[in-house]
């Protein structure tokens, strides 16, 4: 079975996480001086890879090996945990994909907690 496309990732966190706000690529800021209210989860991708794919000699469709990060951000620290594990939950059924590490970081410019998550999947065209 194919892996879940990357829009269809992220389509599968916008409803199940509902009414936090979900935004592929970064959440533009509100206004010039306020950044995004939160909770919030960003998605972008890391890399796509080809180079295990890749042949020189034969001209193929690409394949290629796909990261994406998911940012949840929060205020509070149990807040962004709780949110980073709806989110895995979510993404337990996106065929394909499976998590590769979590990281718990504090951004003192938005005074907020932010949970990445990496996730991989393998053998797939590029979006």
């Known amino acids: 079975m194919a892996a879940l496309t990357e829009k269809a990732f992220v389509a599968l966190l916008q409803a199940a996480l509902a009414p936090a706000r979900v935004s592929w690529g970064w959440a533009p800021f509100e206004s010039s001086t306020e950044p995004p209210s939160l909770p919030l989860v960003t998605v972008q991708r890391l890399t796509y ?32 945990r709780t949110l980073a594990t709806a989110a895995r939950d979510a993404l337990a059924d996106a065929t394909g994909w499976r998590l590769q590490s979590e990281s718990d970081l504090y951004e003192p410019t938005f005074r907020a907690w932010r949970v990445e998550g990496v996730w991989f999947t393998a053998g797939v065209a590029p979006e």
Request: with cysteine; proline share 3%.
């Open 49 to 80: 890879s080809t180079a295990s794919y890749e042949d020189m000699c034969q001209r193929a469709p690409y394949l290629g090996d796909t990261t994406l990060t998911v940012h949840a951000w929060a205020l509070g620290y149990e807040d962004a």
